[in-house]
C-alpha cells in the first residue's frame, strides 16, 4: 500500500513521499502529515545499527519500499562521509543528565541533522518524478537556517540555493559563516530591511503567478528548505532512537526502559519529531519543552492558549526567539485525531485574532507527554556558568535554556526518571554569551573563541576554527524592494 502524505487543513489531495518533500507546504496553506499509522520498531533489531543503517531505516518507513538502496547512498552522503565528526551524535553526562550533541555537523548547530539530508531526499525525488526541470532553493533566514541549508545544498546535483538575510539582523558569526560559503550553486544576498521583509518576500515568490511562468521558461521550479518541509521533521526522528540505544549499549539503562527528553524548543520541529519516535515505539516517558524568554509554548503547554500578542524578545539564545511556533499545528492536528476541521478553526482564529485554544480533552492529552518551563537571560548565564563549575561540562546558551528548565522540573516532580537533553549548538557558536557567562567580561565574538578555548581546552567546532580569516565570497547587498525583481534576474540566469 502506497504511503501518502495529506494536509493538516484536509484540502489538498493526499500526494506521495516524493512530491510532499519537492512541494514543501501544502497546497491549501497547512503543513504536510502522513496519512497512515506510524510504523513500530523493534528496539533489538536497531541495536546494532550504526547512524548511517539507523537513518536509513527509519526514514525508510515514510518512504516507498524501493527506495532504500537510494536512501542509504543519501544517508551516507549525509552522515557517514565527513561532513559530520567521527561521531555523529555523541552522547555525554553533564550532572544528572545525558547530553546528545546535535553539533558536530558543518555549521555546529542542530539544523545539520536535518539540512544535511533535505538536499539528498529532494535530489532523490527529482529523479523518482522523473523531473527534468532543476529546484531553485529560496530561504529567508535570521541566521541557522541560512548556513545549515547553503552547507547542505552546495554542490548537490539538480539543485541551487539563493539565502537572503538582513544584514544588520544577524550576529557576525552567522553573517561570516553565509558569505564564506563555498560551493558553485549557491548565492548569499544582504537585505536592507529586517527578516520580515526578506520571509515576505520569499513568501510572495512562491505564490507569485509571473516568477511560476519564468520558472516554466526557464526549466526550473522554486522550492523551501524551511522548517515546515515534512523531509526536515522525519531525518529528526532518527538521533531520538540513536541517543536511546546509545545509553542501552552502555548499560546506562535497559532496553524498554522509558527514558525523559528535554528539548530546547523554537518552531517545536525538533520536540515534534521525538513524538513521532515515541510513536514509532521509542519508550519515552516525559517530553520537557523548553524555551527562553520568548515562552509562548511554556504558556500554551500549561494552559492551552496559544497567544502570539505578545511581545517579541531578542535573547541571549537566539535561535528560539520565535512568536509563531508553526510546527505546532501538526502536534494539534494528531492530538485531535486528524480533526482537520478543528485544526482550521484554530489556525483561522491565530491569524484572526493571534490566539486561539484547545478545547479541554485536547489540552489533558498533550499534558500527559509533555511538560514546559522557561527560563530567562540570567539564568541562562547561570546555568552556564555552574554546569561549568560543577561538571566541567560546557553549554551554549540553547542548551542551557533545557538544562535550567529541566532541574526545575526535577525540583518541581522528583521524578527520577533518566534524562537525554539534546544540545542544539556547540558553545563556540554563540561565544560571546558564553564567555560572558563564565568569566562576567564581555568581549567580541572571536576574541570570545580563543578565549573560551584558553579557559576551558574544549575543541573549536571545526566549521568556526580560522573562520575570521576565511575569504568572503558573497558581497551582495540590496534594498528590501529588490528581493522579489532580484529572484526574477536569477531565475533568468537560467
Ligand atoms: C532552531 C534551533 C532551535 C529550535 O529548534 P526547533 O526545532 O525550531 O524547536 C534550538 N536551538 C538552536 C541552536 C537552533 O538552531
Not at 139 to 165: H, N, P, Q, R, W
Not at 235 to 257: A, C, D, W
Not at 439 to 454: F, M, Q, R
Request: proline share 3%; aromatic share 10%.
Amino acid at each position: 500500500m502506497e504511503k501518502l502524505f495529506k494536509s493538516t487543513r484536509g484540502n489538498q489531495t493526499p500526494i506521495d513521499f516524493y512530491t510532499s518533500i519537492l512541494q514543501g507546504i501544502a497546497s491549501d496553506g497547512g503543513l504536510l502529515v502522513p496519512d497512515f499509522d506510524f510504523e513500530k520498531k523493534n528496539l533489538e533489531d536497531l541495536l546494532p545499527l550504526n547512524y548511517v543503517d539507523l537513518a536509513t531505516e527509519i526514514i525508510g518507513t515514510f518512504a516507498p519500499s524501493d527506495a532504500k538502496e537510494a536512501l542509504h547512498t543519501a544517508c551516507n552522503q549525509a552522515y557517514g562521509e565527513g561532513l559530520f565528526c567521527d561521531e555523529v551524535v555523541p552522547v555525554k553526562k553533564a550532572g544528572n543528565v545525558y547530553v546528545a550533541e546535535l553539533y558536530q555537523g558543518p555549521t555546529a548547530a542542530f539544523k545539520d541533522m536535518a539540512l544535511s539530508m533535505l538536499p539528498r531526499m529532494m535530489t532523490l525525488s527529482l529523479k523518482k518524478k522523473g523531473e527534468e526541470r532543476e529546484v531553485m532553493i529560496l530561504a529567508a533566514t535570521s541566521g541557522d537556517t541560512g548556513k545549515a541549508a547553503l552547507e547542505g545544498f552546495k554542490d548537490v546535483e539538480g539543485t541551487c540555493i539563493k539565502v537572503f538575510y538582513p544584514i544588520d539582523g544577524v550576529s557576525a558569526i552567522q553573517q561570516q559563516q553565509m558569505v564564506t560559503t563555498t560551493g558553485k550553486n549557491v548565492e548569499i544576498i544582504g537585505i536592507r530591511g529586517n527578516f520580515d521583509d526578506a520571509q515576505s518576500a520569499v513568501k510572495k515568490a512562491f505564490g507569485s503567478k509571473e516568477l511560476k511562468e519564468l520558472c516554466d521558461e526557464h526549466h526550473i521550479f522554486l522550492s523551501s528548505a524551511n522548517s515546515i518541509n515534512i523531509g526536515r521533521l522525519i531525518p529528526q526522528i532518527v538521533y531520538y532512537f540513536y541517543s536511546y540505544l546509545t545509553l542501552v549499549k552502555r548499560n546506562e539503562i535497559k532496553l524498554g526502559e522509558a527514558v525523559n527528553f528535554t528539548v530546547p524548543s523554537g518552531n517545536f520541529g525538533n520536540c515534534l519529531a521525538g513524538w513521532i519516535a515515541k510513536n514509532m515505539g521509542l519508550p519515552v516517558n516525559q517530553f520537557i519543552v523548553a524555551s527562553n524568554k520568548n515562552n509562548i509554548l511554556t504558556d500554551f503547554f500549561t494552559t492551552g492558549t496559544y497567544d502570539a500578542r505578545r511581545e517579541f524578545y531578542k535573547t541571549n539564545a537566539p535561535a528560539m526567539d520565535i512568536l509563531v511556533s508553526s510546527n505546532l499545528e501538526r502536534l494539534v492536528w494528531f492530538m485531535v485525531n486528524g480533526d482537520s476541521e478543528k485544526v482550521n478553526k484554530y489556525m483561522e482564529e491565530l491569524k484572526e485574532t493571534g490566539v486561539y485554544k484547545v478545547d479541554d480533552e485536547t489540552l489533558a492529552r498533550v499534558q500527559k507527554e509533555f511538560k514546559a518551563g522557561c527560563l530567562g537571560e540570567e539564568d541562562v548565564l547561570k546555568v552556564v556558568h555552574d554546569c561549568w563549575n560543577e561538571n566541567k561540562y560546557l553549554l551554549d546558551t540553547h542548551t542551557a535554556v533545557g538544562y535550567g528548565v529541566y532541574e526545575e522540573y526535577v525540583k518541581n516532580t522528583g521524578d527520577t526518571t533518566k534524562t537525554i537533553l539534546l544540545s542544539t549548538a556547540s558553545p563556540y557558536k554563540f561565544p560571546e554569551s558564553v564567555y560572558q557567562a563564565l568569566t562576567g567580561e564581555e568581549v567580541d565574538v572571536y576574541t570570545a573563541i580563543e578565549k573560551l578555548h584558553d579557559l576551558t581546552g574544549m575543541e573549536i567546532s571545526y566549521p568556526l576554527k580560522g573562520i575570521k580569516d576565511r575569504e568572503i565570497l558573497h558581497k551582495g547587498v540590496i534594498d528590501r524592494d529588490a528581493i522579489l525583481d532580484t529572484i526574477a534576474e536569477k531565475i533568468k540566469e537560467y
